[in-house]
């Protein structure tokens, strides 16, 4: 289990649980998809979102620098994503650091888990219908439809396709997949909660922002909605800038 332990830290995609960071250029090349890989990728994204959008100028100001890894653990990292649903994050790393140790060094392949019978993985805690997605996850990437080699050429919606082909996996899990495996520097998740909860409170809406609002506004930090989207995910975590601490007789709700 030292090993698996060992191993978690670095194969977690939760968003908000960890943090996480991107790496990339700065326009995609011809023939390239548009990633982060360098300080001067940062730094050209940096100087975009300030430039283009105040709130953005100011998050960046308040939350500092990205400080995230890219991952190229592709299939543990879509194992995690497919075990972690609908379970609490402290089950779901549970569950998930048992079906590590199944194989060694903590390590599954597509060939190990497609040989793995549905009863071992129950013992870790998987469910059989989690057992069917991790199975077909296997498969996938054993008969084309996952083709790592082939994303640094595919188009993003080619890579959602392609995940979304798999039993188990959503837009919103490709969407992850290609912001913090792929490092692909725009995308822009417009069904996450978390993203549209950070835009109302940042940008004072009235309303959780629909899709439509959230790409108009979003439309600005083209070409590195990805980046904007992690400072919007951090600024939950931390007062605005411009908001001031609540009194005790705000927090209690006492009557002045």
């Known amino acids: 289990m030292e090993a698996g332990g060992g191993e978690k830290r670095r194969r977690r995609v939760r968003l908000l649980a960890n943090d996480m960071a991107l790496l990339g250029d700065n326009q995609p090349a011809r023939g390239r998809r548009s990633t982060l890989r ?9 100087r975009h979102l300030r430039r283009v959008d105040p709130i953005m100028r100011e998050l960046i100001s308040h939350v500092g620098p990205c400080r995230l890894a890219p991952r190229r653990d592709y299939f543990v990292t879509l194992c995690d994503s497919i075990i972690s649903q609908q379970l609490s994050a402290q089950a779901a790393e549970t569950i998930f650091d048992r079906f590590l140790a199944l194989y060694p060094a903590g ?8 040989k793995t019978p ?31 080699r082939r994303f640094v050429r595919q188009s993003n919606e080619e890579i959602i396709a392609s995940l979304v082909s798999i039993h188990g996996i959503g837009r919103w899990t490709a969407e ?9 520097s725009d995308v ?34 083209h070409p590195y909605e990805t980046i904007a989207c992690w400072y919007l995910w951090k600024s939950l975590r931390t007062r605005r800038p411009r908001e001031k601490p609540a009194t005790r007789r705000q927090e209690t709700g006492e009557a002045r």
């Open 118 to 148: 549905a009863s071992v993985l129950k013992t870790a805690g998987v469910s059989r219908q989690k057992a069917r997605y991790l199975k077909d996850l296997a498969a996938g990437f054993q008969d084309g439809r996952i083709t790592p």
């Open 188 to 221: 822009l998740p417009v069904d996450d909660l978390g993203i549209r909860k950070a835009v109302q409170r940042s940008y004072e809406l009235r309303n959780l922002p629909v899709p439509t609002r959230l790409r108009k506004i979003g439309q600005a930090w």
């Open 107 to 114: 390590r599954p392949t597509p060939r190990s888990v497609a």
């Open 38 to 46: 360098s300080r001067n990728g940062y730094a050209a994204a940096y």
């Open 176 to 184: 992850m997949f290609l912001m913090f495996s792929l490092n692909r």
